[in-house]
């Protein structure tokens, strides 16, 4: 019995955590002392006016309204959400057709690739999509193959969501060019976009590197001694995508797979130079499924089936989506965000510069818990860091960088980020050997992003 209750613990449902997390908001609006900041709109991008906080009506949020916050979270992500799910269909096109099969069983074949090299080499990737092209949730119908890769490799699920979801994660944390974080804080500082770009590369390389001297670190340990993984008393067979030996790659799988490189290919560009969003990623893919189809000779009626059948598979993790975001919605009917932005601000006035900047770093940190959105995170805090910044001597260039650093390094530990959420519920990871697995290196990366705050305020850091 005692035991039963201990794996429950650790298994808490994603969707339970964020509706406490809703209700824990709901309550908390009764009691808060009310106030906001001025908004004002400018070049058509709305900031807060730093020095207009005021007493505002309190306006707690009624059982009703605690409840509405869930199906308008589902329609404020609707495009991503669907984006998921359309593309999560598309793969399983690839992996009934045994394409992604194929495309395994051939590089476990390639001889002198040992599987410490075909990790590092995905995490690698995982970490380019994430650190240079700043995608996050974009990323997620993908993650399944390669927790099966690394199961089939003799690893573990943990590995899996490690080398995919978490390296992209924390790549996006440092991303010299996000446009979520790093776009929306130059434009509400007025510094030239993407400027400060060298330290913001260096600083990723750093935290690359040590997450994946982490990551190889605990695949060798656990491939040595099954026991040791922290998900051993999980049941992950069904994670692993059935891959016959008899299952070749001939000419129609490499060209099914040119076709999923060249969707690839085209989305990134799309996104880079033409204004994309979710819509039109989830068209590039879903043509792409169409084709792949095609090619090996799929009928009309079983491309579709296969499309909802992955649809199907994706759609727990796509409303995580929009249950995440109504946390942040009830905090804002709740008037509990520039209450919270506030308080924290007003501890730093009176700090030396050094003390501020870790501060900031500090503050975005927690803040992140209850405002998972990059781009609204920085909406909300970076008009208070900015004034407060100009007043200290600090650069605004390093204001930004601690905001990015708070902002991004907390995704990969707060529950309440709902793609985090996403990776360990499909890899079947339990909050409480995550936390095992990733406390100490999140140790490690605060003293690395001090230090890296530290450098910024010796060399001036900016332009401004």
Known sequence: MKKEKKKFSGNLNPFLVLMVMVLICTVVSYFVVPGAYDRETVNGVTRVVADSYHSVERTPVSLFQMALTVPQGLAATAAMMFA??????VVEIFNKTGVIAAGINSVLKIKGLNSQVVISIVMIMFFFIGGILGWSEH???????????????????LVGMAISGFACLIAFAVAPFNPFTVGTSHTIAELPMYSGWQLRIVALGFVCALSLFWV???????????????VADVDTSSLQIDMPEDVKMDGVKIASLLVLAVAFAFTIYGMLNLGWSYPEMSAVFLMAGVVAAALNRVSPTDTVNMILDGMRGAMAGALIIGAARAVQLTMTAGGLIDPLVH?????????????????MFVMNFFINALIPSGSGQATAVMPIMVPLADMLGITRQTAVLAFQFGDGISNTFWFTNGTLLIYLGLA???????????????GLFVILQVVFLFIALQIGYGPM
């Open 84 to 89: 998921v799910m359309i593309i999560g269909g």
């Open 139 to 157: 990323i997620i119908p993908f993650v399944p193959i390669v927790i099966s890769l690394a199961l089939s490799l003799g690893y573990d699920s």
């Open 216 to 230: 190889l670190r605990y695949a060798k340990k656990i491939k040595a001694d099954p026991s040791k993984s922290l």
């Open 343 to 359: 308080s924290l601000s007003g501890l730093l006035n009176n700090a030396s510069a050094f003390a501020t900047t870790v501060g």
């Open 428 to 442: 079947k990871v339990p909050l409480k050997s995550w936390y095992k697995f990733i406390l100490p290196l999140h």
